[in-house]
């Protein structure tokens, strides 16, 4: 006899017949009467009038049937919460029951009653079950302290629960160790500040105990928590790591996966020549292949983190491109995912194979899986330089099959190895525009006219070609009329004389008929170029673009970094950070990889450490054509002129002189009154300090306020800080008269004896002249003593940052300036602070500098720039700290004036 | 960590039995599950996560039936689908087999379950052995034995009972090796992978510790054997009931089993061997007249061992009719069904060759719908056999009562996903 007879209606009053039955003396019938109201329950129907009766059932002695009434209870509690103060009394009694799956059961339903009236009634016996003899008891209390805290938070703290929970990691069942770690990871998500997660070397040797013994979904749980721990130091992390490597070999592959997590974020501590490094990496590859046997949707998430972890450490699986190639069974997603990262792994070892391989999906049915496949062939041609030529012969290849979507984006991919590859296939183009007809998508028909427009002087009818796009200008989509434009102004700068009546068709159409500002604003720069200096029009419109960079869909990396940190999670699978995707997590705390050494700012340097790890992502200050796209995350393949201009490229375009592309003279602060005629008998001397030309000038003026004449002026300087010492006599060789004024220049050197000073840059002076001799003191800006080699070499910059320890940093906010990035940049460089790098992360500009003084004593910065917020913050790192306030003085002086 | 909520839907999208496990979402918002399901296909698009605003949908498709778990957090997306495909073990073992009668003939068991096997989002217990001990399909009286939840639950060893007895203790071991196989239409070998599994069926009594010896490249480096014929092990993936540090440590494979049938371990190698059944096919399509199809099956293997119950399927296009057969042995099918020829060879000695010819007619008139060109697919099995020489060289059994067990080993190969791409 099965259940499905509960679920056969009766007529009419049905209510009313359970609620008879659910009264019954007949505990058989009233056991019935309450399976079939879980089974109108479980169709959807609306069974809550019979809540007082159901909860009557509940003192029962039939397990099967109070399992069942505890059901009904978690569903309509909510919608009768008076009523569900009924319940307490038996949940109370119980949870003392002497059968622990009872007592378990007891206190697993009551956590899941969210009501807040009733929940202060559970809290005693919840903490007599959290003591309870049996762990099968304990483990379910531990969880039902993490629904209670969702509940009522405070309610939670104020009881102690969260004491009791943390006790529980100590517990000597492995599974009440593994819920109980699971119950304060998640508390701990939703409660990011509560530091509940105390994770210590202690806690964590119990974890990775209890990792050996507790259940696969346990070991996930306790992986998961582990991968939220920084250890102290490498040695830690490679204990760490040696541990958990054992998981690989589990037959769950979320096992697998989240120990795939831990290590991935462990051995970033790891030393890259320390022997087990290898032995490491080379561990992680065949598990991640064999999760590629998984079922279809094991082997999608394991994918998705696979792209991360190519792109993270290619090393890793850089010899198994076969296993992704495609099967014909694949799902549609498994096959994509397994396309792109064959694109991540093709090299020049094994793009013969990848070509093959490619070719042969171009040729499939599926449509998305095709032009994947034909984008995939021209992502080859970019990336892999020796294959181009055949990736280009295969391209026409497909072509020539005449497939309407395998042409479109044959030639959209096309147009990108043109702008890889210049002038290298053009006699490609007359196959291309043999199939201009057939292209109807908007961005196949702008990569032809792209095309045509670039090769102009090349194709004979190139302005016939155009002029048939023009007809129905204002139905094409805006990238198409942008292109149309463009184009055609390439045109007929190359060939004017017969395009005339062409161009000006186009301008008025852009610019009278068409109400798209981008469109408007573009005809009208070209319009006015064109008329003012034709000359100076080509130049600007014809110039020679940087080549396109490689890899352009590469993951932004610091959001790379907090993927890696998320491996196996939704985050992983989206390739999104979780505060992307999930509710009321904005303010929380981005993960970010350990640092190698445990104890610098990490953020910095696996920046710095990607960059070094893919030399394309290099990019000099002022922007390498790579740098827009593989920092700026921008997913396509887009012109890399318009995302950062080569070294200079504004400049040489705009002379706007002043803020943008012009470096500027050293700062030189005002003079000041060091020496009031009033102390020193009638001599005033006011100066300054300069840096020119490398070297550091004293700038005196020297004014008689006195009555007599002055004459036999000398200086002398104090043993200072930096060793300042004048490098020549103090140059007064006329008599100085009353009334009267001079300027001296006195070149000072670094070579004289040194004393600390407090503060750093102060310097005691003493000058001599024919009446007295005379003291004060001054302060230097240090900035004097930046010399002009203090750019540093950005693998040393990333080595010495890492080296100096943390304690060195300092912090300091720059308020109230103005300027940009770059202008700030260029102004630093004036005072000898190099910029070595910059990117740029959610509109927020880093600039890393560097900056040696005269005695070689280095300095790195971070300086956080947003747009629109004048405050700018300032890290300082320097094996001798004590400089940063001075230097810090600097920025300030610099930046601000 | 995981789920909020879990649904078993039908295919139509309606709910068949739910749990809401957190309480923090709406469970009406599975409604917007099968919407959007069918949008995608729409697209023909398809994707095992779906999102409907801050709801995300991780779903797995059982025969008619789909599971979906339902979160608004960053879940532990592996966790979750490995939780769903262990849910469908779990009720089979219940009900033998899942499917939308099952949940209704048994919906207050797969309550009953669902309450036992999470737990606000955290997997618990889900060895289905187990969980029959305290979970059975009867209703109890508390007073009258009541189940209490077994230690094993929440045990070290918590895949195994106390107190089982046998009269007679025996151990029998399955090892059988699946040949993956990826042959270009141009005939090179793009992919060859074992995939192996040893399985077994423990019929012993008490606790007793097992350890298994085989001839694996790593322990006879370390032990200093190296002249032995030895197998190099990939990957290894072993049950929950292995010691995996243990292994780590000294390659010692040594466990306490579970009672009754299990897979012990898996292993991969991406050893090339010769493929152990090879095919030559050509195709050829006359438009609007008809389809000539060569075969030429060679096994590839000495002739001691014998393919068994081989099975060819070679594509056909889906508007073929009056199919016509010539074979050197075994027999052919037309599978209109599947647009495919079958063609059976009972048993396959080794180093011998054998021949199909097919002829098919096609419609004057062609259909439009572009056909994908599938491959050719094979599957056979090889008894007594095992494609990468691995041995069990032993299996010890040791439980404290001292009774003497014995281990039974049979070896097999068969076909894994075996495909040829053809012209």
Redesign the interface.
């Known amino acids: 006899m099965?259940?499905?007879k509960?679920?056969t209606t009766t007529k009419k009053g049905e209510i009313f017949e359970l609620k008879a039955e659910l009264n019954s003396d007949k505990k058989e019938k009233k056991?019935e009467a309450v399976?079939k109201v879980?089974?109108s329950m479980?169709v959807?129907k609306d069974v809550s009038a019979l809540f007082p009766d159901v909860v009557n059932c509940m003192q029962t002695?039939?397990?099967?049937?109070k399992?069942?009434v505890y059901?009904y209870l978690?569903?309509y509690a909510?919608s009768q919460p008076d009523m569900a103060i009924m319940a307490v009394n038996t949940f109370v009694k119980d949870c003392e029951d002497p059968?622990?799956?009872?007592r378990?059961l007891a206190v697993?339903t009551m956590?899941?009653i969210?009501v807040d009236k009733i929940t202060e009634y559970l809290c005693e016996p919840l903490r007599k079950c959290l003591k309870d003899e049996?762990?099968?008891v304990r483990?379910?209390a531990a969880?039902c302290v993490?629904?209670l805290h969702?509940i009522n938070a405070q309610l939670v703290e104020d009881q102690g629960f969260l004491d009791t929970l943390k006790d529980l990691i100590s517990d000597s069942?492995?599974?009440?160790v593994a819920?109980a770690v699971?119950?304060l990871?998640?508390i701990a998500?939703s409660h990011p500040n509560s530091n509940l997660l105390d994770l210590n070397p202690q806690s964590i040797n119990k974890l990775l105990t209890a990792l050996?013994?507790?259940?696969?979904?346990g070991q996930?749980?306790i992986l998961?928590c582990l991968a939220n721990y920084t250890p102290r130091d490498d040695r830690e992390s490679q204990s760490i790591c040696e541990?958990v490597?054992?998981?690989l070999?589990?037959?769950?592959?979320?096992v697998?996966?989240?120990a795939v997590k831990v290590l991935m974020k462990f051995m970033e501590m790891l030393p890259k020549d320390l022997d087990y490094y290898g032995t490491l990496l080379k561990k992680l590859a065949?598990?991640l292949?064999?999760l590629l046997?998984a079922?279809?949707?094991?082997q999608?998430?394991?994918l998705r983190n696979i792209n991360l972890i190519v792109q993270k450490r290619p090393e890793i699986l850089k010899h198994e491109m076969?296993?992704f190639?495609v099967?014909?069974?694949d799902?549609?997603?498994v096959k994509l995912e397994k396309l792109d990262i064959m694109i991540r792994l093709a090299s020049q070892a094994n793009i013969a194979?990848v070509l093959?391989?490619l070719k042969?999906y171009a040729?499939?049915?599926?449509?998305?899986f095709v032009r994947k496949a034909v984008r995939a062939i021209g992502r080859c041609a970019i990336k892999v330089e020796q294959s181009a030529e055949r990736c280009v012969s295969t391209l026409l290849d497909l072509i020539q099959t005449k497939v309407n979507y395998v042409v479109q984006e044959a030639i959209v991919v096309i147009k990108d190895i043109f702008r890889k590859y210049p002038n290298k296939y053009e006699s490609v183009i007359a196959t291309l525009c043999e199939n201009l007809d057939s292209l109807d998508e908007p961005e196949a028909r702008a990569a032809m006219i792209w095309i045509v427009g670039e090769y102009a002087e090349r194709i004979d009818n190139a302005d016939e070609l155009l002029e048939s796009f023009l007809e129905g200008f204002h139905d094409e989509s805006t990238q198409v009329q942008l292109q149309l434009l463009t184009a055609i102004v390439k045109l007929f700068l190359k060939k004017p004389t017969e395009t005339q009546e062409l161009v000006q068709q186009v301008l008025s159409l852009a610019t009278q008929d068409s109400d798209n500002p981008d469109l408007r604003d573009r005809g009208y720069i070209y319009w006015r170029l064109l008329s003012t200096d034709p000359v100076a029009a080509k130049e600007v419109v014809l110039a020679e673009k940087p080549l396109i960079s490689e890899e352009t869909d590469l993951i932004e990396p610091t959001l790379l970094e907090e993927l890696i940190c998320?491996i196996?999670?939704?985050?992983?699978?989206y390739h999104k950070p979780?505060s992307a995707?999930?509710?009321g997590?904005r303010g929380v705390m981005h993960k970010r990889l350990p640092a190698r050494t445990g104890s610098c700012n990490i953020l910095i340097m696996s920046k710095l450490n990607s960059s070094l790890l893919s030399p394309q992502l290099g990019g000099d200050i002022g922007g390498s054509p790579a740098m827009g796209a593989g920092f700026g995350a921008a997913p396509t393949v887009m012109p890399a002129s318009l995302n950062a201009p080569v070294g200079g490229g504004l400049g040489d375009l705009f002379d706007l002189g002043g803020g943008v592309g012009m470096p500027m003279g050293a700062y030189i602060p005002p003079k000041t009154v060091w020496l009031p005629a009033m102390k020193a008998k009638g001599l005033e001397i006011s100066g300054t300090f300069a840096r020119r030309a490398g070297v550091i000038q004293m700038e005196l003026v020297l004014t008689n306020k006195a009555m007599s004449v002055m004459t036999d002026f000398a200086i002398q300087f104090n043993r200072n800080s930096f060793g300042l010492a004048p490098a020549g006599p103090l140059q007064v060789l006329t008599p100085l008269g009353p009334n009267q004024t001079i300027e001296v220049s006195l070149p000072l050197s670094t070579v004289g004896p040194v004393m600390k000073m407090d503060p750093l840059n102060n310097l005691q002076v003493a000058v001599k002249n024919n009446i007295d001799v005379f003291y004060f003191s001054c302060q230097y800006p240090i900035s004097m003593l930046f010399v002009e080699d203090g750019k540093m070499e950005r693998q040393v910059f990333l080595a010495t940052w890492k080296d100096i320890p943390n304690d060195n940093e300092s912090q300091f906010q720059i308020q109230d300036c103005h300027l940009n990035s770059e202008a700030a940049s260029n102004k630093l460089q004036g005072s000898n602070i190099f910029t070595i790098a910059k990117r740029t992360v959610e509109g927020q500009d880093m600039l890393y500098m560097s900056i040696k003084l005269s005695n070689g004593i280095w300095v790195l910065a971070e300086l956080k720039v947003q747009a629109g917020n004048p405050n700018y913050t300032i890290s300082l790192k320097c094996r001798a700290p004590e400089v940063s306030q001075c230097v810090f003085q600097c920025y300030e002086a610099v930046l601000k004036n | 960590m995981s789920a909020s909520a879990i649904f078993i839907l039908d295919l139509k999208g309606k709910v068949l039995i739910s749990r809401n496990y957190m309480g923090n979402m709406d469970m009406n918002k599975v409604d917007h599950f099968m919407p959007i399901m069918m949008r995608m296909e729409e697209d023909a698009d398809s994707s095992p996560l779906v999102t409907h605003g801050s709801a995300h949908f991780l779903w797995i498709k059982h025969r008619n039936l789909y599971l979906v778990a339902m979160t608004k957090k960053n879940a532990n997306a592996a966790l979750v689908y490995s939780f769903l495909y262990k849910m469908v073990e779990v009720f089979k073992e219940y009900f033998k087999e899942l499917e939308e009668e099952s949940i209704r003939d048994n919906f207050v068991t797969v309550y009953e379950l669902m309450d036992e096997v999470m737990d606000f989002g955290f997997p618990q217990t889900t060895d289905s052995k187990i969980l029959q001990e305290y979970i059975t399909q009867q209703g109890h009286k508390l007073d009258v034995g009541a189940p209490r939840p077994p230690a094993t639950v929440t045990n070290a060893v918590s895949w195994r009972s106390e107190g089982i007895k046998y009269r007679k203790n025996e151990v029998f071991m399955d090892v059988i090796e699946s040949v993956n196989l990826l042959v270009s239409a141009t005939g090179s070998v793009l992919r060859s992978e074992i995939v192996g599994s040893i399985k077994l069926k423990v019929v012993l009594s008490g606790m007793p510790e097992l350890r298994l010896g085989l001839n694996d490249k790593v322990l006879f480096e370390i032990t200093g054997r190296e002249k032995s014929k030895t197998v190099e092990l990939e990957d290894v993936k072993f049950h929950q009931c292995v010691r995996l540090s243990r292994f780590e440590n000294d390659r010692t494979i040594s466990f306490i089993p579970p009672d009754g049938e299990s897979e012990l371990m898996s292993y991969r190698l991406n050893t090339t061997v010769k493929p152990l059944i090879w095919i030559e096919s050509v195709i050829e399509k006359f438009s609007h007249s008809r389809v000539e199809i060569k075969v030429k099956a060679r096994s590839q293997f000495k002739s001691r061992s014998t393919a068994n119950n081989v099975a060819i399927m070679v594509p056909v296009p889906s508007d073929v009719d009056s199919p016509k057969f010539k074979t050197s042995t075994g027999s052919c099918k037309y599978l209109p069904e599947k647009s495919a020829v079958q063609w059976n060879i009972k048993s396959f000695p080794g180093g011998k060759e054998y021949m199909m010819r097919a002829h098919f007619g096609l419609p004057s008139v062609e259909s439009t719908e572009l056909e994908g060109r599938r491959p050719i697919t094979v599957n056979f099995e090889i008894p007594y056999f095992t494609v990468s020489g691995i041995q069990v060289r032993y299996l010890k059994i040791i439980e404290k009562s001292g009774y003497e067990a014995l281990p039974w080993v049979r070896y097999i190969t068969q076909s894994g996903d075996y495909q040829l791409r053809t012209n």
């Open positions: 099965t259940d499905s509960y679920f056991k399976k879980i089974a479980t959807g002695d039939n397990l099967e049937l399992k069942l059901l978690m569903n909510k059968n622990p799956l009872i378990a697993r956590g899941c969210r049996d762990p099968y483990k379910t969880v993490a629904k969702d069942n492995p599974m009440v819920n699971a119950a990871s998640e998500e050996n013994e507790c259940t696969e979904w996930i749980f998961d541990r490597t054992p998981r070999s589990h037959a769950n592959s979320a697998v996966l989240s065949p598990p292949v064999t046997s079922e279809p949707e094991l999608y998430v394991a076969k296993v190639f099967k014909y069974n799902p549609i997603y194979q093959a391989e042969e040729t499939e049915v599926d449509v998305d998320h196996g999670t939704l985050a992983s699978v979780p995707f999930v509710e997590s």
